[in-house]
């Protein structure tokens, strides 16, 4: 599955693998059902945000298990991590 995340995402993946950070889970079951998550053990090295086109960034303060995310904007595929341990 992780092959077929978008280029861009692969790159921030590539990006935190390099950073130390380690995929822990890839499903189609949650944050976002029917899509492609990939979740990383720690929060993100760098912010993204505006240096892809074709990702958007978004916070979910849920205060049970807050996530911070990127996600493709055409297909909703994302990579994600918890802030739960990082508060």
């Not at 993946?13 to 899509?35: F, H, M, S, T, Y």
């Amino acid at each position: 599955m992780l092959s077929q995340v978008c280029d861009e995402l692969k790159a921030i993946i590539k990006l935190e693998q390099q950073a130390g950070r380690k995929v822990v889970q890839v499903d189609k079951c949650w944050p976002q059902c029917g899509n492609i998550n990939v979740f990383i053990d720690k929060y993100f090295s760098t912010d993204y945000a505006g240096k892809y086109d074709n990702i958007i960034f978004h916070l979910d303060t849920d205060r049970h298990n807050p996530i911070e995310m990127y996600v493709d904007k055409n297909t909703g595929d994302c990579i994600f991590c918890s802030l739960l341990k990082h508060l």
